[in-house]
C-alpha cells in the first residue's frame, strides 16, 4: 500500500512535470540530511529578494519530509521578519472551524501576538496590508487539500512581502497546481538506500555508525525487511535498543510472520509500528496509548507528572514511539497516534476509573459535569475520580466564572491551571488546603485578590498572573511562600508589593512589567539573595532602592519604559549582571558612571531613546559586552573606545560630533550608525572649503569588519568611507548596506558578495567600482545627486532596479541584464528613454511613472509584453 502511495506521489509529480514544466530537484539516494538540507535551500532562492516563492516536499507517510521542513525553517528563519510553523495541518482540518484556527496562528506567528489571547479571532484578510509589507517564512506541514492551503496562503503568492518563502509538505503530488510554475518547484523525498538506511539503524539501536559483530548479520536482516522509511528504521531501531540477541530473533520472527501474512518481501510501516506496539508489557501499553490518545503535544514536564509510576525504564523503551520536540512538547508521529486511537477504541479502554487522567467527555460521564453543570462553575465535591487528579487544566475555559470551594478536597494537586479563564473574578479561600500545590497560573483571569490563604501553600513554586488586568491587591501572606522560586505578575493593578516580600529567599525571577501603578520596589527586595531576574519594565518606579546591590546573583535587570532617572552607583556591585535593559527610559538622564567596569559579566546594555549624555571610558574593559544599543540617544556627543568583543552595535544621535573608534572589532556583525535624521534630504548648500578639508582629516571612515552581515549609515558629516577588503575573506554574509547622508568622495571601495545595495537621501553624485559587484541582485536608489551608473551594465545577476526622485540621473545600455525581473524609474526627470528595455526576457514588473520615459512607445511596448508573460489572476 505504501508502495503504491509513493508510485501514486511520483506518478502525479512526473505529469505536473511534462505538463507545466517544474523545476525538479530528484533526491539522490546517496544525498544525506544535510544535502537535501541544501538542495531545498538552493531550490528557495534565497538571494531572489523581490519575489515569492513556494516549495513543495513530497513523499510518503513516514519518509522524513517534517524533519527536512524543520531543518531548513531552522536553518534559514532568521533571515526573515517573521516566521511561522504549521504543524500537521490534516489532521488540524478533521476538526470544525480549523480554517479559522490555522489561519489564527499564522497570524499570530507572524505579528508577534501572544498566543494565550482567548479574545484574539480575527480574518487573515484583515491583515493583508500589513502582511504585504513584511518578508515572511512559512511552513504549511502535511496539508493534503488545495483548498486548505489556498485558505491559508492564498490563491495566487500576492499575500506576503518580497522575498518572503512557503514550504509545504505534502502527499498530494498536484498540491501545487495552481501556482505560477515558475515560483513553485518541488521536491520528492525517497525512501532510504541499503548503506543509508543501515546506517540509520545502527545510530539508533547501537549509538554508532555500525553494528556490533554478533549482530551484525541479525540488523541487515531487520533492516532488508522494512521498507527503508526513515521512521520505520528510527523505530525498529530504538526499539531494539538494550534488548537481547533473543529479542531480536523474536522480533526478526515476528516481520518475517508478517510478510508470510501478506505475502509480501518487506513488512509496512503500519504492521511494523503494530508489531513493536504488541512487544510492550501491558503498563507500557498503557502508557503509549495515555499518549497517543491524550497527552500528545501538551508540556513534557507536565507529562512527567502523569507518567510518574512508570518503570525507570519505559520512557527508554517508549522513545522510538514519543519523544520531547524541541520547545519542550511530548510529540507522537501522526501515524502512532492513529495507531493508538484505533487500538483504544477497539479494545475497549474506556473506562475512566481505570485511568490516570481523562478527558472532558470522561468527567461529564462521571459527573453523570445532571449534578453539575457543565459551565459556569466547577465543583469537586462527590467525583472521586478527580480527588486523585495531579494536574488540572481549565484553560480557556471561557464559561467558567467560579471554582468552587470543593477544591480543597484535591488533596494531591499539584498543578492548577486557570490561564485565559477570563470570565473567572475570584478564588476560593478554600484553595489553601490544596497544600501539595506547587504551580498556580491565572494568566488573563479577571481575578481581583489573591484569598490570604494562599500562604499555606508551602511547596508553591510558580506564581503566574501574567494580563490579570484587575488584580489590585497582595496578601502580605505571600510572604510565606517559602519554595516560591517564580511570580510573574505582569500587567497588574496593584500598587505595593509587601514590605516583606524579601522573605522569598529561593525566588529567582521577579516579572512586575506593566504594572503601571506601581511607584516603588520595597527595600526587603535585597535579601532575595537568589534572585536572578527582575523585570520593573514600563512601571511608575522611579529609583531602585539601595539594597539593590545586596542582590549577588541577579543576571537579568529590565527597566525599559519605566521612570528610572538614574542608576545608583550600588547597580554597579552586580557583578553576576548579564544584561541591562534601559531603552526608552524617558527620565534617565546625564552621564552613565564609571562603576559600569565593575560589570564584568555583562553582555548586553541597551539605553536606546534616553537621554544619557555619555558612556565612561571603564566600557571597554567590559571582556564579553557583545550588543550596545545607543539608538537616538541624542545627547551624546560622541562614544569612548568600544570593546573589540561587540557584536552589535547600534547609536544614533543628532549631537554626535566624531566617529567612534572601532578599529579592533573584529567580532562586529551589526553595525547602525546615525548623526541626525535619516529622513531629511541633504543639503544642497555648498559646505565651506575649510570646513571640508577640516572633516576630511577627521572624519573619514574605514570599514574593515570580517564578520560584518549588517550596515546601516545615516552619517551627514562623514566626507570619505573605504571598505578595507584587503584583509576580509569573501563576505558571503553581509546582504544589505545602507548609506545615506554621503558625498561621491565616501565610496573608494565596496564589497565584492554585497547582494542589495540601497542607497538614499544622499549627495553622492558618482559611485566608483559597481562594476565589481557580481553578486548584485538588488540597487535601490532614492533621493540621491547621483549622474550615472557607470558599471551597473556588467552586473548581470541583478534582479531588481529601484530609482526614485534622482533628478540628476542617467541609465546607461540595460541589455545585458537578461536576469532582471523588477524594474521601477518613478520621478527621475532626466531618464527620456531605457536603452535596451526590449532585450530585458525575465521582466515581471515593470512600473515607470512620473518621469519623460513614462509615455515612450518604448515603455509602453515593454509593458505589453511583461502583462502578456503575467499569470491571470
Known sequence: MEKMKDQSIQQAADTETSDRNYEIAAVQNVVGIDDRVKQITDLLQMEVNDEVRIIGIYGTDGIGK???????????????????????????TENPHSIEVLQNKLIRDILEQDGEDPSFDERIEDFLDIFREMKVLIVVDDVEKPSDLHAIVGEQLHWFGPGSRIIVTSQNGGILKDFDSNKAPFYIVRELD???????????????????????????????????????????????????????????????KRMMSSQKTTVGLEEMLDICYKELDQQQKDIFLDIACFISSVDARIASYMLAKCYPSSGCILMPLAKIGENNELQMHRLLRCLGKRIFKQEGYGDPSSRRFCTQDMVLKAMNWEKVKPFGS?????????????????????????????????????????????????????LG??????????????????????????????????????????????????????????????????????????????SLRDCRYLEKLPYSIGEMRSLEELDISATSISELPNSIKCLKSLRLLRMDSSFIRAFPGEIWNLTKLEELHASRCQSLKGAIPGGIGGLQRLRLLTLG?????????????????????????????ELPKLPPSLICLRMSSKRMKAMPLLEDMKELEELCLSDGDARQPPSKQPMPESNVNRMIDKQSFSISFPKLRKLELSLSQVIKLKFGLTDIPPLKRRKTLTLPG?????????PQMLSMFKLYHSAIEEIEGLEGLEALKRLDISKCKLQNLNGIGQITSLRSLILSDCDDLCLPDLSNFKSLKVLEIIRCKMIDQIEGLEKLTSLEKLNIRECPAENSLQVQNALKRVMARSPVT
Open 66 to 92: 517534517t524533519t527536512l521542513a524543520r531543518a531548513v525553517y531552522n536553518r534559514i528563519s532568521s533571515h526573515f521578519d517573521s516566521c511561522s510553523f504549521l504543524p500537521e495541518v490534516v489532521e488540524t
Open 742 to 750: 554621503l558625498s561621491r568622495k565616501d565610496v573608494s571601495e565596496l
Open 194 to 256: 541499503d548503506g543509508q538506511a543501515f546506517e540509520s539503524f545502527c545510530k539508533h539501536a547501537f549509538r554508532m555508525q555500525s553494528s556490533i559483530p554478533d549482530y551484525d548479520a541479525l540488523s541487515n536482516r531487520i533492516v532488508n525487511a522494512t521498507e527503508k522509511l526513515p521512521l520505520a528504521v528510527e523505530v525498529i531501531g530504538s526499539f531494539l535498543r538494550g534488548k537481547s540477541i533473543q529479542e531480536w530473533k523474536k522480533m526478526e520472527k515476528s516481520m518475517k
Open 609 to 637: 531613546h534616553s537621554s544619557i549624555s555619555s558612556l565612561p571610558s571603564e566600557i571597554s574593559t567590559i571582556p564579553v559586552l557583545h550588543t550596545l544599543d545607543l539608538i537616538q540617544c541624542n545627547e551624546i556627543e
Open 378 to 430: 466547577v465543583c469537586f465535591r462527590q467525583i472521586n475520580i478527580l480527588t486523585y487528579l495531579e494536574i488540572l487544566i481549565l484553560e480557556r475555559c471561557s464559561h467558567l466564572v467560579k471554582v468552587d470551594h470543593s477544591v480543597g478536597n484535591l488533596k494531591r494537586l499539584v498543578s492548577l491551571n486557570l490561564k485565559s479563564c477570563s470570565r473567572l473574578n475570584g478564588l476560593p479561600v478554600e
Open 433 to 510: 488546603r490544596t497544600t501539595a500545590l506547587k504551580e498556580l497560573f491565572i494568566d488573563g483571569t479577571s481575578v481581583r485578590q489573591i484569598p490570604i490563604s494562599i500562604g499555606n501553600l508551602k511547596q508553591l513554586e510558580i506564581l503566574s498572573g501574567l494580563k490579570c488586568f484587575l488584580l489590585t491587591h497582595l496578601p502580605s501572606s505571600i510572604c510565606n511562600l517559602t519554595a516560591l522560586f517564580e511570580l510573574s505578575l505582569d500587567g497588574a493593578k496593584i500598587t505595593e508589593l509587601p514590605s516583606s516580600l524579601g522573605d522569598q529567599h529561593k525566588l529567582k525571577r521577579l
